[in-house]
DNA sequence: TATGAATGAGTGTTCATTCAT
DNA sequence: TATGAATGAACACTCATTCAT
């Protein structure tokens, strides 16, 4: 119980101080930032590496939480990713270091993520919601830098994940090419241009 | 005159060595791979930041060429969308590394990337032919996403320059959803190599 | 506690090794001499210079003691500096590295030994017991190069401390050239312990 | 000849950068201070040892050469103590920074120093001119001392070569204390105080 | 002869990790 | 359980020295 309090405020920590100084912050960095002597870190994070998988694994659970919340499977796939959308970019800023950090998230973790998005690009492309002349996996990839860019921009603070989401969504579902029907979910998040 | 050979040698190393090992890799990682001493690195590189910084100066130099060699003045913008794109990844992927290396270009460098391309979004908004509902730097900044992702995906040989550039391209001009008229160019990209 | 044990510890062996080495000691000698490993060197003095200053603020500090247990103000010139002269011989052999090492004491420490120095020398040709034609900052400066050589002809060893500094209290007294009054002093401070 | 030629002045241009950076002073700076590559100095000196060992024995040739114009021999000792002592002073200002290096001169080289030395020292105690009481050893330690220091001292440039002499040979013949004969050198080399 | 290029050994410093309390 | 102390392995960097031209 305590020790949970205490691996979590470490871990929280960590996030932040990892987000800030990115690969460059040291294991002192962080007990500091927490409060505790780099030993204590040691009783819960027997690595550097260890911790890092933990924090991981925090962040992926959470992405699987925000998955399931969306019930991504009852709505339609444009919707689906709207809900699917703000959620990524929101848990994803919190744990921006991730990204630039050696431990990949473990197979099974990555799975988690991965295999429900994939059914959904599947799922839109059959439905003929989405374009059908790229593969799931390559519109999935798409998807996923434009995400973790967003990310890295929300964290850095220049945009709110409000609006960086919402031109995220915008510009991956429609495109950036001008059309003649009126682009509703963009001009919400935005100005009106 | 050699000593430029020994330079660029090294120079190559270092893109493909940071490359694999991110920030993480050491001097001594690229001396060895350049297949010169830790020593000898320094006869050119005074220091790490140096070596970074020629190393993106290197990489800024070619990315200016190709907008150039481009003319993105004289076309439309999905066109000239079109040039660039290709040779900013073939470029980009063979200097991924710095994405994720501290030396941040000079000043100068990066508007010499920067300006004209923000110029080319604020010319497709004002002739109509991208989307008027988000800022220039936004819409660049989400095609900077995209392209950097594509970099990393075509560095770490997934797939090939070529797809990936012109699936990249699709989804940034047309978007995901499906529409009615035929999508030409992503289809001319991926299967008529 | 424990730590100013070791940290005491170091700077013993260091101001040895340095005594030996003058200069070119690199901290793998000091640390090694001490028994401890580079790192843990670093843990107490975390610089090369703030090694070095510490053991300069220790040597004044003793310095500075040996004077005030002097008593300078309150006896005649000639037998304030026999007093001072040996403490000043016995603590600087044990740090005649830090002449030669180039962090300066601290201009506060400096002052606590020159100043009361000059004034001894300038009171000594105010009352007439010094030699009147020589400003007291040069009596100084060269009461200074007398006791500095001692101090190294101490160091290594040749004399002992007590002999050595009777010697030079003597010939800076009195002079080298012979007079036809006994040479009271110098004979005591030699044979008479 | 031409060799001669570089050689010295590669000696020479050593000399002055050692003396302004000590210890600390490079190759590369020496090399660089004579305006030539740091190979060419190999050519001349096969090491830096070697080329220190060269610089000892010039600037114990030029003392030599100081010696034996004075004519110690022929003049009563405290004579022959002034004329040596200036010329000691002006020739070690030029190569001060030998006190602080390695390479002690060659034994022979440093008898050729001392040896004449020892013996006008001895001469004085045995003639009466010089007081009895310390072994001529002891007397010429210190009387290095005080010419050691007064070298560090002119070459810093707080004092002329020739007050400092002065000084610095009226203390050591006469002392410190205040006699009522009149101090006629001391007082030809500064002002009546 | 004179030099630019190359190198190995060493320096100060940092950091993840282990140990004793 | 929590911590201060200690350490070894690594890193960026310097320098005296050697080699090929």
Redesign the interface.
């Known amino acids: 119980m305590l020790q949970d309090r205490t691996a979590t405020a470490i871990l929280e920590e960590a996030a932040r101080v990892l987000a800030e100084h ?3 912050a040291s294991l002192s960095d962080i007990a500091q930032g927490a409060g505790v002597a780099r030993s204590t870190l040691y009783r819960y994070f027997p690595s550097r590496e260890a911790l890092l998988e933990a924090l991981a694994e925090r962040a992926m659970g959470e992405l699987r939480a925000r998955i399931e919340q969306a019930q991504i499977d009852t709505v339609p796939v ?1 919707e689906a990713l709207a809900r699917v959308t703000r959620g990524f970019i929101a848990t994803g800023a919190k744990y921006v270091a991730l990204a ?1 950090l ?1 431990p990949k998230p473990s197979g099974s973790d990555e799975l988690a993520i991965n295999a429900p998005m994939t059914r959904l690009f599947e799922r ?1 492309i059959e439905d ?7 593969p799931a996996t ?2 999935l ?6 995400v ?3 990310i ?2 929300a964290a850095q603070g220049d945009d709110g994940v409000e609006p960086t989401s919402a ?2 969504l ?10 003649n029907e009126p ?1 509703v979910r ?2 919400r998040g ?4």
Chains 1, 2, 3, 4 share one sequence.
Do not use: H, M, W
């Open positions: 990115r690969e460059s444009p630039y050696s839109g003929g919601s989405l374009r059908g002349d790229l390559t519109l990839a798409i998807y996923g830098d434009l973790q860019g967003a890295s921009r031109a995220v915008a510009v991956f579902l429609e495109g950036a090419v001008a059309t682009q963009a001009a935005r100005n009106r241009g």
